[in-house]
C-alpha cells in the first residue's frame, strides 16, 4: 500500500489529496496494482466495521460488570475478557493471514492473499461479537 500511495503522490505532484486517489472500480480491477488496492479497501472497510462492534461490545461488557459488582458473590471481569480475547484474536489473525500470504511470499500478489485474510477473518470477528452483545441482551 505504501508503494501505491508513494506512486500516486509522485504521479500527482506534491499533492496527494483525497480528490487524488485512484479511481478504481473494484468490480473491475483486473492488474495486481488495482486488486492489491482493492483488497486494502475492502480490509480497511471490514476494520472499521470491527472496530464500531467492538466499541459497542465493550459498552454492553462495562455494563455487565457494574452489573455482576452490584452481586454479592459474583465477579466482575467480561471488560477484560474481552480485551485479553481480542489481543489474541488479533495475534491469530496476523499469523493466520501470514501464513495465506506464503505461497506467494515476495511476490506481487501476497498483500493481495494476506488482506484478503485479514478482511475474511475480521468480518467473522465481527459477527462473534454481535453474536456475544445479542446474547447479553436476552
Known amino acids: 500500500m505504501a508503494l501505491l500511495c508513494g506512486l500516486v503522490a509522485g504521479l500527482c505532484g506534491t499533492r496527494a489529496q483525497a480528490q487524488d486517489a485512484p479511481q478504481i472500480d473494484c468490480e473491475q480491477a483486473e492488474s495486481q496494482m488495482e486488486l492489491n488496492y482493492c483488497a486494502d479497501q475492502d480490509y480497511a472497510e471490514a476494520d472499521q466495521a470491527l472496530n464500531e462492534t467492538y466499541r459497542q461490545a465493550m459498552t454492553r ?33 496476523d499469523g493466520q493471514c501470514i501464513l495465506a500470504g506464503l505461497p506467494v511470499r515476495g511476490g506481487t500478489m501476497e498483500p493481495m492473499l494476506v488482506l484478503n485474510c485479514q478482511a475474511d477473518l475480521t468480518r467473522k470477528r465481527t459477527q462473534e461479537l454481535k453474536e456475544t452483545i445479542a446474547a447479553l441482551d436476552q
Open 61 to 93: 461488557l462495562r455494563k455487565a460488570d457494574a452489573d455482576l459488582a452490584a452481586t454479592p458473590g459474583a465477579e466482575a471481569g467480561a471488560v477484560e475478557a474481552l480485551k485479553a480475547a481480542q489481543r489474541g484474536w488479533i495475534a491469530y489473525r
